[in-house]
């Protein structure tokens, strides 16, 4: 797992909610870096961008195609209705991929906190998905105004599935919950 110096005293000195403010000027910056640090030692040419997409921000390599990292500020339980995502979730690429049958399109910002599809998909095995994963999901939806995140783990420059997501729910006053889930 990473090491995100100086985050639990970060966390520990502020009081919830977290604001977005609050994220834009002291947690995504420290975040980013570390993600876009450990992801430049096994990327090799990147092109990576940074986008927001319903309320939520995204890092994605252009050059390899693939999602680094997604996070956001939890507002509680979105309850838009699934069909509309789940049509379009049948679109994104998985079926040729190698173990295609073992992995889900796994939304990188669960659905239930209001995370969409395109961007937000990433292949998953689905007994993380459907499993472990869950965990910090649902505290990060029960907590709003926590700060949610995805950090994607690739082996090499050429693959599009991950290895591994280092999944984390940041509450004002509270210590860090990260889980590290390989792929």
Known sequence: ML???HLTSILQALRPPLTEAVVTSTLAPRLVETWLNDYARTAGNYDIVETRADGFSYLFDISAERLIAAWGLSKG???SPRAIIATRMKGHPLTNMVGGKRYHRGHAVPHTMGGRTDINLVPQLGVINSGRFQELERLAVATPGSLYFTYWRYPDA?????SGVEQGCLI????PYIADLRN
Not at 158 to 162: G, N, S
Not at 172 to 175: E, L, N, P
């Open 3 to 5: 090491s995100y110096p």
């Open 77 to 79: 339980k979105d309850a």
């Open 158 to 162: 050429r693959t599009q599935r991950p």
């Open 172 to 175: 004002a006053g509270s210590a």
